[in-house]
């Protein structure tokens, strides 16, 4: 069974760090590109980064450029999110998503971590 | 950044009714034009890609139209399971998402 399991948010004063991780299981995670897309409580959905198959090429969302940092380990099949200066407009919950082989969709998600930057 | 418009934001239907949700992209996305459906408290599940081409185990009540910068997903015939917020998203340069179409039970 395909599945992607979210760990590691929490609440954290403004300013602060948290690193997300994402276990995947189900699929051969080195062959495809991962993501990291949240949803603010009420709110749509916001895509925050990507991370290609071979963990060589990251983009981010302008919104959190600069701040937080995408990585994976193929041999741990686990994908992670580091974030740093958190804001309050960060609150959100935080999906990892698996990329299909065109990256144009994502065609499976975790069921998301909570994150809320308060004081 | 290119922006989707989705419309109408409320839908009230009856089971059984057609749904006609409406996605507009501010430029042309080709056809990189992917619907999700998402239930409260539930992960989004891709429904459509590359405007037209159903997810697999999604249901043949389900499609997608269009290219360029005009889509359409349709469901044929709404079963009570449906009624949910539907989401349409875009690969450019990056991904973006519209605001979302819910449909609900009228």
């Known amino acids: 069974e395909v599945q992607l399991l979210e760990s590691g948010g929490g609440l954290v004063q403004p300013g602060g760090s948290l690193r997300l991780s994402c276990a995947a299981s189900?699929?051969?995670?080195?062959?495809?590109?991962m993501s990291w897309v949240r949803q603010a409580p009420g709110k749509g959905l916001e895509w925050v980064s990507v991370i290609y198959s071979g963990g060589s090429s990251t983009y981010y969302a302008d919104s959190v450029k600069g701040r937080f940092t995408i990585s994976r380990d193929n041999s741990k099949n686990t994908l992670y999110l580091q974030m740093n200066s958190l804001r309050a407009e960060d609150t959100a919950v935080y999906y990892c998503?698996?990329?299909?082989?065109?990256?144009?969709?994502?065609?499976?998600w975790g069921q998301g971590t909570m994150v809320t930057v308060s004081s | 950044e290119i922006v989707l418009t989705q419309s109408p934001a409320t839908l009230s239907l009856s089971p059984g009714e057609r749904a006609t949700l409406s996605c507009r992209a501010s430029?042309?996305?080709?056809?990189?034009l992917a619907w999700y459906q998402q239930k409260p408290g539930q992960a989004p599940r891709l429904l459509i890609y590359d405007a037209s081409n159903r997810a697999t185990g999604i249901p043949a009540r389900f499609s997608g139209s269009g290219s360029g910068t005009d889509f359409t997903l349709t469901i044929s015939s709404l079963e009570p399971e449906d009624f949910a917020v539907y989401y349409c998203?875009?690969?450019?340069?990056?991904?973006?998402f519209g605001q979302g179409t819910k449909v609900e039970i009228k």
């Open positions: 189900g699929f051969t995670f080195s062959s495809y590109a």
């Open positions: 430029q042309s996305v080709s056809s990189f």
């Open positions: 998203q875009q690969r450019g340069n990056w991904w973006t």
């Open positions: 998503a698996k990329a299909v082989a065109s990256h144009d969709a994502f065609d499976m």
